[in-house]
């Protein structure tokens, strides 16, 4: 996870997105709402379309066995 925003944060969002499972899975919340983005394709585009300032700070950070999750600031 540490390398994934290393890189995001770098600017190297592509190797960055090498580094995901296809299967990810990623929850975003915005006041009340929130919606769920599935697989390599929806996860991988929310980056991609992201403006070049984007940056993300990992916080939290829980390995749940298989799964990793963390809350992030953006």
Known sequence: M??????????????????????????????????TLRGIEQVG???LRAEKGLRMIAANERDMGANYECDLMV
């Open 2 to 35: 540490d390398a994934f925003f290393e890189l995001l944060n770098a600017g190297q969002r592509e190797a960055a997105l090498k580094l995901m499972d296809e299967k990810v899975e990623m929850r975003v919340h915005v006041g009340e709402n929130a919606r």
């Open 45 to 47: 585009g929310w980056f």
